[in-house]
């Protein structure tokens, strides 16, 4: 999210009329809504910022019960799971520690504060739900990952998990387990708006997710919740609820089965959430803005300069009850921005109503930055596209232009955007990059006014839009990073470049830009967090992965994607974008020419490899022809076949 929108955002939450509830400092339409619930249990995880040790002994706050936890092994102050309304922030679990990394809850019944209990005898109906966001930053969780659980393995009395697919189960009084389990295995780098409910009395349990009644479980009425007793001394908080990790038995000392990924806004309540309430919920957390009348000065509300903002399509909802789901809100007005971003109101607002709240909701940010809600694009250079889409019998999704400085979008780019082709443009700011960190910090004027130009010509073809990227490659265009382009800056001149640029094109209305950031990928990673501009600043993560040796394929891309996942921080948050390959190919120099065999088997590789899931965030994937990687003849059947593979045709299962 950029930072013109952060600043508007908290303009309009500042003036939001708060509950008297104890919530964080920082309140959205979701913990607003969350909290009309009426929940025993509120950790909202925006303890931070990340203090890079771990946060042992930090306090994980119930805004609501008093029912605090401990954290252990985690770090803070991750982007949470809607930036736009949630601004505060989420916690990572399981990458600092690959086990015993969790949240757990406080003994604090000498303080008068019962535990969370919900254990039902035989005879009487358990009713209590679950929710929470959650973030998988590792395709294959451990089996059991806890999400929120209480009680130890083996004798639970609730459990979010991971288990393949998501799952909630429940153990009755006396042992027998209902367990509502999903075959939604959780994207890598997704937010996903989970909620289990057990709802005894009409026999069943629930498990809901991002608002839907994805799968349930029966459950016999009137046979009571088991009461998670644990005699593990070495253990003794192991019958508390824990989030983030849960123990996989009795006499476990730590906790071993480890969800890996962020957690965010986890709840917890005494009664079976309905379903209305479980997608008012959901809504609420999706909804882009929320604002009060008493922001709106005039029928127009500005949000000129808002990265993309005039994409997609808003709809401006009112209402003076906040506890509503947004599907009864009323419209008042939908997308009706004008070319400088300006949000016209067909209907003034009445300020008499002292109570009444907006809501600015608009289609998922999915669609705003191209990414695929399954599978992913396929790409080639334009030089050869024809040739490729010729063959395979497919038209190709992107097609990569190559350009050096310029200073508007050249006449064969305006036509394919015309027709609604997507275009990737590369491109350098100045035959030497450093002349574009701005005049302020020593750059050239008649660098400025060029990306000027440059962006007025993109700002010109709105609503459609372009992805680009600056210098790809980036580690060959800095000191020390080899090649025929290094020694042209440093990498604190190279953010600086990053950032003039981006902001340029933003003064220009040139909001119509999905940025891609792209790295070579094989070597020089320890560059990669000095050359990140910053996250507000970047909206995908591209690399070029080459088959430079007869090694198998997949393990070289392999390597530098479980690299990224390892190394996003919050400050350099890789994870929570989409990613892609801004180029790749079989074959990279004289060293190595690949045989034909070499590069069937490579493709078939990676046919197999995507649509086995093995890579979930990759969602573009763009195929370089360059000398040693031109495809052959032989081996064309085998590219052709994963260009036309369920993953690439996005029709595998979101």
Same mark, same amino acid.
């Given at each position: 999210?950029?930072?013109?929108?952060? /600043?508007?955002?908290?303009?309009?939450?500042?003036?939001?009329?708060?509950?008297?509830?104890?919530?964080?400092?920082?309140?959205?339409?979701?913990?607003?809504?969350?909290?009309?619930?009426?929940?025993?249990?509120?950790?909202?995880?925006?303890?931070?910022?990340?203090?890079?040790?771990?946060?042992?002994?930090?306090?994980?706050?119930? !805004?609501?019960?008093?029912?605090?936890?401990?954290?252990?092994?985690?770090?803070?102050?991750?982007?949470?799971?809607?930036?736009?309304?949630?601004?505060?922030?989420?916690?990572?679990?399981?990458?600092?520690?690959?086990?015993?990394?969790?949240?757990?809850?406080?003994?604090?019944?000498?303080?008068?504060?019962?535990?969370?209990?919900?254990?039902?005898?035989?005879?009487?109906?358990?009713?209590?739900?679950?929710?929470?966001?959650?973030?998988?930053?590792?395709?294959?969780?451990?089996?059991?990952?806890?999400?929120?659980? &209480?009680?130890?393995?083996?004798? #639970?009395?609730?459990?979010?998990?991971? !288990?393949?697919?998501?799952?909630?189960?429940?153990?009755?009084?006396?042992?027998?387990?209902?367990?509502?389990?999903?075959?939604?295995?959780?994207?890598?780098?997704?937010?996903?708006?989970?909620?289990?409910?057990?709802?005894?009395?009409?026999?069943?349990?629930?498990?809901?997710?991002?608002?839907?009644?994805?799968?349930?479980?029966?459950?016999?009425?009137?046979?009571?919740?088991?009461?998670?007793?644990?005699?593990?001394?070495?253990?003794?908080?192991?019958?508390?609820?824990?989030?983030?990790?849960?123990?996989?038995?009795?006499?476990?000392?730590?906790?071993?089965?480890?969800?890996?990924?962020?957690?965010?806004?986890?709840?917890?309540?005494?009664?079976?959430?309905?379903?209305?309430?479980?997608?008012?919920?959901?809504?609420?957390?999706?909804?882009?803005?929320?604002?009060?009348?008493? %922001?709106?000065?005039?029928?127009?509300?500005?949000?000129?300069?808002?990265?993309?903002?005039?994409?997609?399509? !808003?709809?401006?909802?009112?209402?003076?009850?906040?506890?509503?789901?947004?599907?009864?809100? %009323?419209?008042?007005? %939908?997308?009706?921005?004008?070319?400088?971003?300006?949000?016209?109101?067909?209907?003034?607002?009445?300020?008499?109503? &002292?109570?009444?709240?907006?809501?600015?909701?608009?289609?998922?940010?999915?669609?705003?930055?191209?990414?695929?809600?399954?599978?992913?694009?396929?790409?080639?250079?334009?030089?050869?596209?024809?040739?490729?889409?010729?063959?395979?019998?497919?038209?190709?999704?992107?097609?990569?232009?190559?350009?050096?400085?310029?200073?508007?979008?050249?006449?064969?780019?305006?036509?394919?955007?015309?027709?609604?082709?997507?275009?990737?443009?590369?491109?350098?700011?100045?035959?030497?990059?450093?002349?574009?960190?701005?005049?302020?910090?020593?750059?050239?004027?008649?660098?400025?006014?060029?990306?000027?130009?440059?962006?007025?010509?993109?700002?010109?073809?709105?609503?459609?839009?372009?992805?680009?990227?600056?210098?790809?490659?980036?580690?060959?265009?800095?000191?020390?990073?080899?090649?025929? #382009?290094?020694?042209?800056?440093?990498?604190?001149?190279?953010?600086?470049?990053?950032?003039?640029?981006?902001?340029?094109?933003?003064?220009?209305?040139?909001?119509?830009?999905?940025?891609?950031?792209?790295?070579?990928?094989?070597?020089?990673?320890?560059? !990669?967090?000095?050359?990140?501009?910053?996250?507000?600043?970047?909206?995908?993560?591209?690399?070029?992965?080459?088959?430079?040796?007869?090694?198998?394929?997949?393990?070289?891309?392999?390597?530098?994607?479980?690299?990224?996942?390892?190394?996003?921080?919050?400050?350099?948050?890789?994870?929570?974008?989409?990613?892609?390959?801004?180029?790749?190919?079989?074959?990279?120099?004289?060293?190595?020419?690949?045989?034909?065999?070499?590069?069937?088997?490579?493709?078939?590789?990676?046919?197999?490899? /995507?649509?086995?899931?093995?890579?979930?965030?990759? &969602?573009?994937?763009?195929?370089?022809?360059?000398?040693?990687?031109?495809?052959?003849?032989?081996?064309?059947?085998?590219?052709?076949?994963?260009?036309?593979?369920?993953?690439?045709?996005?029709?595998?299962?979101?």
């Amino acid at each position: 999210m950029n930072r013109v929108r952060r /600043v508007l955002i908290l303009r309009l939450l500042g003036s939001l009329i708060f509950s008297a509830a104890p919530i964080a400092a920082s309140a959205s339409l979701y913990s607003l809504t969350v909290l009309s619930n009426n929940p025993v249990a509120y950790w909202r995880l925006d303890e931070g910022p990340d203090n890079g040790a771990g946060n042992d002994g930090l306090t994980a706050h119930d !805004y609501v019960g008093g029912h605090n936890a401990t954290y252990t092994n985690v770090i803070l102050g991750m982007s949470g799971y809607n930036p736009l309304v949630d601004l505060d922030t989420a916690a990572l679990f399981g990458v600092f520690a690959l086990s015993n990394s969790h949240a757990g809850e406080i003994n604090l019944t000498n303080n008068g504060i019962a535990n969370i209990n919900f254990a039902t005898p035989s005879g009487a109906n358990a009713e209590f739900s679950v929710e929470a966001w959650v973030n998988s930053t590792n395709a294959t969780q451990i089996s059991g990952a806890g999400i929120v659980a &209480k009680g130890p393995g083996h004798g #639970e009395q609730f459990d979010l998990d991971v !288990y393949g697919g998501i799952r909630f189960f429940v153990r009755n009084a006396g042992g027998t387990v209902s367990s509502a389990i999903s075959s939604v295995v959780p994207t890598v780098g997704q937010w996903y708006h989970l909620v289990g409910v057990c709802d005894e009395s009409n026999g069943l349990v629930h498990l809901y997710i991002n608002g839907v009644d994805n799968i349930n479980a029966a459950i016999t009425a009137g046979t009571g919740l088991n009461t998670a007793a644990t005699t593990n001394t070495a253990l003794p908080g192991a019958a508390l609820v824990s989030i983030g990790a849960r123990t996989s038995g009795q006499t476990t000392y730590i906790y071993d089965y480890q969800f890996q990924g962020k957690i965010d806004e986890v709840a917890i309540y005494n009664y079976a959430l309905s379903a209305r309430q479980v997608v008012a919920d959901y809504q609420a957390g999706i909804a882009t803005l929320q604002f009060t009348n008493s %922001t709106l000065r005039n029928p127009n509300l500005i949000l000129a300069g808002l990265g993309g903002a005039g994409n997609g399509i !808003y709809t401006f909802l009112a209402s003076t009850n906040l506890t509503l789901p947004l599907t009864n809100w %009323t419209t008042v007005a %939908t997308n009706s921005f004008d070319g400088n971003g300006r949000f016209n109101l067909t209907n003034p607002m009445n300020r008499s109503v &002292k109570q009444q709240f907006y809501a600015l909701q608009a289609l998922p940010v999915a669609n705003a930055l191209w990414i695929p809600t399954c599978g992913a694009w396929l790409g080639n250079t334009y030089y050869n596209s024809t040739t490729v889409e010729g063959r395979t019998g497919r038209q190709l999704d992107f097609l990569h232009f190559y350009n050096g400085t310029q200073t508007n979008l050249t006449s064969t780019e305006l036509s394919l955007i015309a027709t609604g082709q997507k275009l990737l443009i590369n491109f350098i700011p100045a035959t030497n990059w450093s002349w574009a960190v701005g005049v302020a910090r020593g750059g050239r004027a008649s660098v400025d006014l060029g990306m000027t130009n440059f962006a007025r010509s993109v700002a010109s073809i709105k609503p459609a839009k372009v992805m680009l990227t600056i210098l790809g490659e980036q580690e060959r265009y800095v000191t020390g990073g080899g090649g025929n #382009e290094a020694g042209a800056g440093t990498t604190n001149q190279f953010v600086e470049m990053w950032q003039n640029v981006w902001n340029t094109f933003q003064a220009e209305g040139a909001t119509n830009v999905i940025w891609f950031w792209d790295v070579e990928g094989s070597w020089l990673d320890s560059l !990669y967090g000095g050359l990140w501009p910053g996250n507000n600043y970047v909206d995908w993560v591209m690399w070029d992965p080459y088959q430079d040796s007869s090694q198998a394929y997949t393990n070289k891309l392999m390597g530098i994607y479980n690299w990224f996942l390892a190394h996003s921080t919050a400050a350099c948050d890789w994870a929570d974008k989409p990613w892609g390959l801004a180029e790749w190919g079989i074959g990279l120099n004289t060293n190595w020419i690949p045989t034909a065999a070499d590069q069937t088997a490579a493709f078939n590789q990676m046919n197999a490899a /995507v649509n086995n899931n093995q890579f979930p965030k990759l &969602k573009l994937l763009a195929y370089f022809d360059e000398t040693y990687s031109l495809i052959t003849n032989t081996a064309f059947p085998a590219y052709s076949n994963f260009c036309n593979s369920p993953y690439m045709e996005q029709q595998c299962s979101p």
